[in-house]
């Protein structure tokens, strides 16, 4: 080879490859050495060609590694003989990369053909002939011939067994291979059992150190992973990466790679924050490895991307994963099954983003992929069958939908037995089906056996058997069988918070799900909420909706997909369905009813917004689903009807919850915040995480006070609730007059401004201006009754506690806190105006005062009048805070 055929095969691996490790760069000179000086036929430069093909298989450059070892194998077998060693050595090696490529049918072929030749020339007990029927058997596995393969891998630990004895590091590894198999299989407790077993033979025999001591460790937590014991697959993979860290180092491969799986684990346990940071962390590392385009990277990637669409951050994800396709297909080719999955992760993506027509062509190409490449009866085929379904079914194609479900479930019924975990998904999902379309006795059957079959298969406390007890515990509840339902519900949940935690989404569904299956010892909220019962007790529709005409009313919308149209991903929100007697229904509640709904937000609508905004008229309307004197199911030219007749609620209202606190330090911090919640109209004392609209808040929140996160809308919390807070001047001024003593005598006032700019050296004339605009602001505010005769603002400072108040609330309602930090902040508010006012009209000057500062001018206008209407509401509401809550 010429030097400049060198320089030519080097530039073109570093332009399809990215950056090219060590060991392929090393193996492209010596092919190139020994070509020049031995000649392309020697035994020697065969060797290069074979080694070299296997680094570009290591690199991830698995068309290189396939394209170089077809040339190497069949040149050996020419050169060699079919049986020379590495002639074998060519086969093995051009196996692993058509199995790696998803070539099945050839790696089989390759892998029977060399080990054909083995077993002649060195016998089939040879180390070299039980590497290729362990490779045979990995083809087998990866073709879905599993029994095929768990026969040889059995052959190949009786042979480890029988020639190197028990305790050997090969045997060793054909325990933990025959493991893996079984998992494949289904056969989950035998699968557990012997890998249990081997890794604690390993480290009695290499030391808990031992590189295959921990990958036996990260196979068990799979495992457990698997049968859903899930606290255990946590400590496994968590053990696993700090081993890795210590032994091999933080940017080695294999630690990264076991960051990115626990990262998996994390996102599945809805830990996102610290998923996240493990993928990033992971792919920023194998990244300055392997550069761009590794395998590995393109891996890591797309589980980045699966971690930012479970969080609810859909738009990021569906980016991650264009991107990580559009790398995938330049790295191998569009049959890849890399390339392939990742157009199924994408397809699934669009699906959980609420864009049906993006995933189901999508997913439909991946079933026509998969059926070509794989057969329609491998596993890969059939579980993206299902999910085609999903899509089907998203995309309100229900006959698509169940045809698709039921054919898979025939179909793994088939190939995989009765009781195979994913034949027991699929009939999960034809049940689930059956309950959308009505079919509640056929879905109750059937998820009784699916609830049997995942009890014997993966155990009682496998997440998948508690999910299927909780879907047939929803479906009891449907059929009118509440009792049943809640004794389902309870049993249930006392099982999810025993082996997932209370704060596992499952557990905190079955929760939800067993708070609003019990019949409520309901008392109203709100004084609305008793006229509406009374409403509904006479069968009186025409004067239910009459009364919702004045009120709030909240719509149910996930978390996630508002996020996104807050962040501008989206232009339209998901409203939450529910079937009810075979008809959807949009879900719709007055604020009082409004029930704790896991991952879900509300949307705050008037009747008249609410009937402009129905998303389909097909649907009926659930008011105050779960509250029995409440609900009542009406169809949607009711709502139209009653829209074209409403007449909006009027602004400044004073409502209060009726179980809400009335007494004591919450109470009084509350009250401290009273006038900006009666110029919105919400409920006084009320903390919770329903107070108005969702998307409405978080945008006031990003604009108006640049709030976007937890720490931003602390930091603008403890600003508002700090003692120098608000503008310096206004406080200058104040704190001169309060020394002088001078009340509303603006001469004496204006001599301690002078006096104070003189001693420091600051021109006087705009603190005079302050003065006198503060004065004129006072004498309105005396003439209005918002100060008495001869009244001044003694600080402006309640402005700010004021809004503290309300800042506490719109941070729990945009979950950036727990209730207890809310109310603690709403507390230290009250305890602040306590220590600069001696009244509640003197708070309330105090916080006009710098309201209009901030906001009016000389004529005032609307930011005043709005603060004087809720002033005169609270101080002459014989009920309110103000006249019940002594200061």
């Not at 003989?81 to 998803?102: F, Q």
């Not at 999910?467 to 069988?481: I, K, T, Y």
């Amino acid at each position: 080879m010429a030097d400049d055929d060198f320089q030519q095969i080097l530039e073109n691996a570093y332009r399809t490859g990215g950056r090219l490790d060590d060991t392929v760069l090393d193996d492209l000179e010596a092919l190139a050495t020994a070509e020049q000086t031995l000649g392309p036929d020697h035994p020697d430069t065969l060797t290069c060609r074979i080694n070299l093909a296997h680094a570009y298989y290591e690199a991830g450059r698995v068309d290189e590694a396939i394209s170089l070892g077809e040339q190497a194998f069949g040149e050996c077998a020419r050169l060699l003989g079919a049986d020379a060693h590495d002639t074998l050595i060519a086969g093995n090696n051009l196996a692993s990369a058509y199995r790696e490529a998803g070539r099945l049918d050839e790696s089989i072929a390759t892998c029977i053909q060399a080990l054909t030749s083995a077993e002649r020339s060195l016998g089939r007990d040879d180390p070299m002939s039980v590497t290729l029927i362990n490779h045979l058997a990995d083809a087998y596995s990866a073709a879905e011939r599993i029994d095929e393969a768990i026969e040889l891998l059995l052959e190949v630990l009786a042979t480890r067994e029988r020639t190197l004895g028990p305790n050997d590091l090969e045997t060793i590894g054909a325990r933990n291979n025959l493991a893996l198999a079984y998992r494949d299989a289904g056969r989950l407790d035998e699968a557990v059992r012997l890998l249990e077993e081997t890794l604690a033979d390993a480290e009695r025999l290499m030391g808990i150190d031992h590189d295959g001591v921990l990958t036996i460790r990260a196979n068990l937590a799979s495992l457990y992973d698997d049968l859903g014991r899930t606290m255990e697959a946590v400590e496994a993979y968590e053990r696993a990466l700090k081993d890795r860290e210590r032994v091999l180092g933080a940017d080695h491969p294999d630690t990264l790679m076991s960051g990115a799986t626990l990262g998996s684990m994390y996102k599945d346990l809805g830990r996102f924050g610290e998923a996240v940071e493990l993928t990033e962390t992971a792919l920023t590392g194998l990244r300055r490895l392997f550069g761009p385009d590794h395998r590995d990277v393109l891996r890591v990637r797309i589980r980045l991307a699966l971690v930012h669409t479970a969080s609810g951050r859909a738009e990021e994800g569906i980016a991650l994963l264009e991107d990580a396709l559009a790398g995938c297909e330049r790295l191998f080719d569009s049959d890849h099954p890399d390339t392939v999955r990742c157009r199924r992760d994408l397809a699934d993506a669009y699906r959980e983003a609420g864009r049906p027509g993006d995933a189901v062509p999508l997913f439909e190409r991946v079933v026509s992929d998969w059926e070509r490449i794989l057969g329609p009866d491998d596993r890969e085929t059939m579980a993206v069958r299902n999910l085609l379904a999903l899509a089907y079914d998203d995309a309100g194609r229900m006959g698509d939908a169940v045809e698709a479900y039921e054919r898979t479930l025939l179909d793994r019924e088939r190939v995989l037995g009765p009781e195979h975990p994913a034949t027991l998904l699929s009939r999960s999902n034809v049940a689930l089906t059956y309950r959308e379309l009505g079919r509640l006795d056929e879905a109750a059957d059937i998820l009784r056996a699916v609830v049997a079959g995942r009890r014997y298969v993966l155990g009682p406390d496998h997440v998948d058997t508690l999910r299927s007890r909780n879907h047939l515990a929803l479906v009891c509840e449907e059929s009118g069988l509440i009792e049943e339902a809640i004794a389902q519900y309870e049993a249930t949940l006392a099982d999810c918070e025993r082996v997932l935690g209370s704060e596992h989404e499952l557990t905190r569904k079955v929760a939800f799900n067993l708070d609003d299956v019990r019949p409520p010892d309901w008392e109203p909220r709100y004084a609305v909420e008793e006229r509406l019962a009374e409403a509904k007790e006479r069968g009186d529709a025409d004067a239910y909706l009459r009364l919702l005409a004045g009120l709030d009313l909240f719509v149910l919308a996930p978390k996630g997909r508002a996020d996104d149209v807050v962040a501008g991903r989206h232009d339209v929100v998901q409203w939450l369905v529910r079937s009810v007697d075979g008809h959807d229904h949009a879900q719709v509640f007055t604020r009082g009813a409004t029930p704790r709904q896991p991952d879900a937000v509300y949307l705050m609508k008037s009747i008249s917004t609410l009937a402009r905004d129905w998303p389909d008229p097909e649907w009926r309307v659930l008011f105050n689903r779960g509250v029995p004197a409440l609900e009542w199911s009406l169809p949607h030219d009711a709502l139209v009807r009653a829209a074209r007749e409403a007449v909006p609620p009027p602004g400044n209202r004073l409502l209060t919850r009726l179980d809400g606190p009335t007494a004591g330090p919450l109470a009084f911090g509350l009250a401290c915040g009273a006038l900006l919640a009666v110029q919105s109209a919400v409920p006084w004392n009320d903390v919770g995480l329903v107070y108005g609209d969702y998307i409405g808040r978080m945008r006031s929140l990003r604009d108006e006070w640049g709030v976007m996160d937890a720490a931003q809308w602390r930091e603008r919390t403890d600003a508002l609730l700090g003692e120098s807070g608000g503008d310096p001047r206004v406080s200058l001024v104040l704190s001169l007059r309060r020394g002088a003593a001078c009340g509303a005598e603006p001469a004496p006032w204006r001599r301690a401004i002078e006096r104070w700019s003189r001693d420091n050296a600051v021109p006087p004339e705009a603190l005079l201006d302050l003065a006198a605009r503060i004065g004129r602001y006072e004498a309105r505010f005396r003439d209005d009754g918002l100060l008495p005769a001869g009244g001044v603002v003694g600080t402006a400072l309640a402005y700010d506690f004021g809004r503290a108040v309300n800042m506490a609330r719109w941070g729990r309602e945009a979950q950036f806190c727990d209730q207890d930090t809310a109310e603690r902040l709403v507390i230290g508010a009250g305890r602040r105006c306590r220590r600069h006012y001696d009244s509640w009209a003197a708070l309330s000057a105090g916080y006009a005062l710098g309201r209009v500062l901030r906001f009016g001018d000389e004529e005032l206008g609307t930011w005043y009048d709005s603060v004087l209407a809720a002033h005169r509401i609270l101080t002459g509401a014989a009920g309110g805070p103000w006249q019940t809550l002594s200061w």
